[in-house]
C-alpha cells in the first residue's frame, strides 16, 4: 500500500498504524524517523527509509520518503496481513494526505529532568560523570535518562558530560560524517572549551568515546567518534543549566541499520527471538554490530561444553542472517556469536557466551542451506562450505533438522 501524506502528518500516521499494529510508538521511535527523513527522496532508488512496526504478532514496515520540491512526505506500507488492518491503513493514508495541521492533538509535555513542570516546581539536573568513567568502571547508573549518551575524551579519562537525549549518530550525511543532536547536555573539559569557539579552528575537540545508556542510564554501548566538532548551541528545554549542542563527528562503525536494535535495546523491547527477521540486508547487517558492540557490556559466563543449541534456520536468507540467527541460539535475543567466519572463530576460543565444544540442532537446514551455497564474492567459497570447516575445527556437532 502507498500513499502521500504532509510532513507535519507523519508522526500521527505512525502513532495510530503503531496502535493497531500493537506497537507502543514513544519519542524515541519519532525523533528515529525525524532524524532520517532529512536524508530522503523518493526520486532516488536507495532514497527511501524503511522503519519497522513491531507488535506481538506481527511486523508492519513503513517506507518514507521526501516528495522532492515539496512538503509532502511519500509513504509504502508493507506487511498487512489482514484485511481489517489493510482498511485501517488506508483510512489513514486518506485522512493524512491532505495539509494543514496534523489531526492528532499533541500529547501534552511530561516534566522532564532538569527543567520544571507545569506546577514550576525544579527537577535537578542530572549528575556527571566523573573522571575515569570509561568502560571498564561504568557500571553505575546514572540518573533517569531516556536515550541518553555519555561523552568521555580520547583516553577515556576526560570527562566530556553527559547528554539526556542524542540523534544524528546513525544517519551519515553525504560526505559520510554525522551531524549530532545533543539535547539536555552539560558540556565539560574539552567539550565545553569548544562549544565556546563556535566558528572558529577551536571549536574542533578531537576524538571522544560516546557511550550509549539504556532508559534508566545503564551504559549499554559505545563508538569511538573522530573530529567532534561544536557547530551550534542554544538553551535546552531540559533544564537552566543544559544546552541542547549540534556536532559534526564521523563514526564509521555507527551503521544506519544499527538504530533499531539500540532502540529496540534502550526501550527493554529487545525481549523475543526473531524481531531480525524481517530486516532488510543493510538492517541485518546493522543488527549484527549492534549485537557486537553490546556484547562488550554483557557479563554472561559461558556455558559449559557439550550444551545443546538450537538455530532456527527458517529465516536465513544469506550469511548475514546465518549469523543473527546463530547469536540468537546462543546469546538469545539480539545476542551475539561471530559475524563472519573469523569473529567466528574468536568466539568458539571462548569468552562469548558458549565453549566448544557443542552441539547445534540446525532446524530448516534444508530451506537456509539454498541460501549459503553461492560462492561469497570475497572469498571464492560457499559461506557454508566455511562455515562447516570452522565448525569441524572446533568440534561442533551440526545436527540438520
Known sequence: MEGRVWGGNVRPLLELLSRYVGHRFDDIDHETVEAALPGTGDERPDGWYAYPLVGADRVVQVRLANAVGSDVVCVEIF?????????????????????????????????????????????????LLGGGAQRRGMGARVGTIDAGCVLTGDDEDEAWGHARRFSGLFTPLADGSRRVELAGCAPTGGLRAATGHIGGRRARAGNAHLVLLDAVGTPIGQYFVNDVT???????????????????????????????????????????????????????????????????????????????????????????????????????????????PDALEDCLRGHWGARAPFVLRWHAFAAARSHLVRPDDRSGRPPLEVIEEVFRDHRIDVIAC
Open 79 to 127: 506487511g498487512l496481513d489482514t484485511e481489517e488492518l489493510w482498511i485501517r491503513a488506508d483510512t489513514l493514508l486518506s485522512a493524512f494526505a491532505s495539509g494543514g495541521p496534523p489531526a492528532v492533538a499533541a500529547r501534552p509535555r511530561v516534566a522532564e529532568i532538569g527543567g520544571k513542570d507545569g506546577a514550576g516546581r525544579r527537577y535537578a539536573p542530572l549528575p
Open 230 to 340: 561544536a557547530e551550534a548551541v542554544k538553551p535546552s528545554v531540559h533544564g537552566a543549566h543544559l544546552v541542547d549542542l549540534t556536532v559534526r563527528l564521523w563514526c564509521q562503525d555507527a551503521y544506519a541499520g544499527a538504530a533499531w536494535p539500540w532502540h529496540l535495546r534502550r526501550t527493554g523491547r529487545l525481549d523475543r527471538p526473531g524481531l531480525w527477521h524481517r530486516l532488510d540486508r543493510a538492517g541485518r547487517h546493522g543488527w549484527l554490530s549492534a549485537a557486537l558492540i553490546h556484547h562488550g557490556f554483557r557479563s554472561v559466563p559461558d556455558r559449559p561444553p557439550d550444551t545443546v543449541y538450537r538455530l532456527d534456520g527458517r529465516h536465513i536468507t544469506d550469511v548475514d542472517g546465518f549469523y543473527c540467527a546463530l547469536g540468537e541460539a546462543v546469546n538469545g535475543p539480539g545476542g551475539y556469536f561471530g559475524r563472519n
